[in-house]
C-alpha cells in the first residue's frame, strides 16, 4: 500500500512539474520583467542549497544503516521503478519529456525540453520563479516520501531540473520538509 502512495505523490508531482513547464513555454513581456526583478535573490539563495545537502548527506548516509533509503524502498518491488519511469514518460508532452531519478534519499524529477522547442530568452528565470512559488508543494512532498518511508522529517529531498534538448541544465532546486 505504501508503494503505490509513494508512485500517486511522486505521479501528482510530476503532472505538476509537466504543467508548469508548458505553462512556461510562450515569451511573456511582464513575466520577463518580474523574472528579472526576481532573478538577484534566487542568485543569492542558490549557494545556500549546495551547502545544505552536503552538511545533510552525513546523518542520512548514517541512518541508511538501520533505515532503508526510498531508493531501497522502491527497488524492494522489481516493477516499481519501471512504472515511476514509465508514468513519468507519460507525463511528457509535445515539448517536454520527463524522466524521474532516484539515488539515496534524492528524487529529481528531470523536465527535457524536445529539440525544436524554441524557449525564449529568461526562460530559466522563469522556470526559477515558478520553482520558488511551488516550493511549499513541493517541500510538502519530500515530506509525504519522508513519512511513507518511516524516516525523520527532511531526509527525503525533492527536486526538480529543467534541461534544454541538449542536455544543459536551464534549471535545478531540490526542496526537503521543513
Known amino acids: 500500500m505504501k508503494k503505490r502512495t509513494v508512485k500517486a505523490l511522486v505521479c501528482a508531482t510530476l503532472m505538476a512539474i509537466s504543467l508548469s513547464a508548458t505553462a512556461c513555454?510562450?515569451?511573456d513581456d511582464a513575466?520577463?520583467?518580474?523574472a528579472t526583478e526576481e532573478a538577484a535573490p534566487a542568485e543569492e539563495e542558490a549557494p545556500a542549497e549546495e551547502e545544505a545537502p552536503?552538511?545533510?548527506e552525513a546523518p542520512a548516509e548514517e541512518e541508511s544503516s538501520s533505515q532503508k533509503t526510498l531508493e531501497d524502498f522502491i527497488k524492494e518491488d522489481p516493477t516499481a521503478e519501471q512504472q515511476l519511469q514509465e508514468q513519468a514518460a507519460a507525463q511528457g508532452d509535445d515539448e517536454v519529456d520527463m524522466s524521474i531519478e532516484i539515488k539515496g534519499n534524492d528524487v529529481v524529477c528531470v523536465a527535457t525540453f524536445k529539440e525544436g522547442?524554441?524557449?525564449p530568452e529568461g526562460t530559466a528565470d522563469v522556470l526559477n520563479e515558478g520553482m520558488e512559488q511551488l516550493g511549499s508543494a513541493f517541500s510538502g512532498v519530500?515530506?509525504?516520501?519522508?513519512?511513507?518511508?518511516?524516516a525523520e522529517k527532511g531526509t527525503?529531498?525533492?527536486?526538480?531540473?529543467?534541461?534544454d534538448a541538449d542536455g544543459n541544465v536551464l534549471a535545478e532546486k531540490s526542496f526537503r520538509a521543513e
Open 25 to 27: 513555454g510562450g515569451s
Open 31 to 34: 513575466a520577463k520583467g518580474a
Open 54 to 56: 552536503a552538511e545533510e
Open 117 to 119: 522547442i524554441e524557449l
Open 142 to 150: 519530500a515530506g509525504s516520501l519522508d513519512s511513507m518511508i518511516g
Open 156 to 163: 527525503v529531498s525533492y527536486g526538480i531540473r529543467y534541461c
